[in-house]
T-cell receptor, first 115, second 112 residues
Framework: GAVVSQHPSWVICKSGTSVKIECRSL??????MFWYRQFPKQSLMLMAT?????????EQGVEKDKFLINHASLTLSTLTVTSAHPEDSSFYIC???????????FGPGTRLTVL | GDSVTQMEGPVTLSEEAFLTINCTYT??????LFWYVQYPGEGLQLLLK?????DKGSNKGFEATYRKETTSFHLEKGSVQVSDSAVYFC???????????FGAGTRLAVHP
C-alpha cells in the first residue's frame, strides 16, 4: 500500500516552545492531507484539512493560530504547534489522500510531550 | 450529521476464535466505508474498504460487507491470531470533502 511518513516520531519540548511535525506522502501526490489528534484510548479527532497551495480548513474548536498548517507541495504538509503547553501533549497523526485510489493513508503518528 | 457507531470493547478472544465487530452508520447519500487497524504505538493502517452497496472488502482474513439495507459494515474473521490484537476503527467518507468520520474504536485482545 501507499506510504505516508511523519517526522519526528516523538518529541519532548519545554512549555512555550514551538514544535514542527512533517507529513510526507512517499509514493503518490496528495492534493489533500489531514491532521488528527488522538488522546489515549480514544478515537481520532480531525483538526484540519490541508489542501496544497491554499489555506487549511480547521474544524470547529481548533485554534488556527495555535496549530499552524502549511501544505507547500503535493507531498509535504507541516503542523506547527506554537507556544506549546502541557495540555497540547498528544499523539498527532496525519493522513494523505491518494486521489487515484480514493483512499486516505495514515502516517505512523508523532507523540508530543510538553513539559 | 454523518456518524459511525461501533460496538464497545474491549473484545477478548482466544486464539482461533471467530471475530465479529459490529459497525453501523448514518449518512446522507452513499458513503464509502472503511476499516482501519491501529497496533500499539502506531498510526492507522487501512485494513479494507467498500465503496458501494453489497461490496465485500477483504484483507488478511478479515471481511466486511457493505449492507445498505441495514446501514452496517460489520468486520469478521474466522480465526483470530494473537497478532490481531489491536484497535479497530470503522469509518466512512461521504460528500465532497473526503473527511473520514471514525467510530470510537474497538479494542481486540487475543490470548493464546
Amino acid at each position: 500500500g501507499a506510504v505516508v511518513s511523519q517526522h519526528p516520531s516523538w518529541v519532548i519540548c519545554k512549555s512555550g516552545t514551538s514544535v514542527k511535525i512533517e507529513c510526507r506522502s512517499l509514493d503518490f501526490q496528495a492534493t489533500t492531507m489531514f491532521w488528527y489528534r488522538q488522546f489515549p484510548k480514544q478515537s481520532l479527532m480531525l483538526m484540519a484539512t490541508s489542501n496544497e497551495g491554499s489555506k487549511a480548513t480547521y474544524e470547529q474548536g481548533v485554534e488556527k493560530d495555535k496549530f499552524l498548517i502549511n501544505h507547500a507541495s503535493l507531498t509535504l504538509s507541516t503542523l506547527t504547534v506554537t507556544s506549546a503547553h502541557p495540555e497540547d501533549s498528544s499523539f498527532y497523526i496525519c493522513s494523505a489522500r491518494d486521489p487515484a485510489r480514493d483512499t486516505q493513508y495514515f502516517g505512523p503518528g508523532t507523540r508530543l510531550t510538553v513539559l | 450529521g454523518d456518524s459511525v457507531t461501533q460496538m464497545e470493547g474491549p473484545v477478548t478472544l482466544s486464539e482461533e476464535a471467530f471475530l465479529t465487530i459490529n459497525c453501523t452508520y448514518t449518512a446522507t447519500g452513499y458513503p464509502s466505508l472503511f476499516w482501519y487497524v491501529q497496533y500499539p504505538g502506531e498510526g492507522l493502517q487501512l485494513l479494507l474498504k467498500a465503496t458501494k452497496a453489497d461490496d465485500k472488502g477483504s484483507n488478511k482474513g478479515f471481511e466486511a460487507t457493505y449492507r445498505k439495507e441495514t446501514t452496517s459494515f460489520h468486520l469478521e474473521k474466522g480465526s483470530v491470531q494473537v497478532s490481531d490484537s489491536a484497535v479497530y476503527f470503522c469509518a466512512l467518507v461521504s460528500g465532497g470533502y473526503n473527511k473520514l468520520i471514525f467510530g470510537a474504536g474497538t479494542r481486540l485482545a487475543v490470548h493464546p
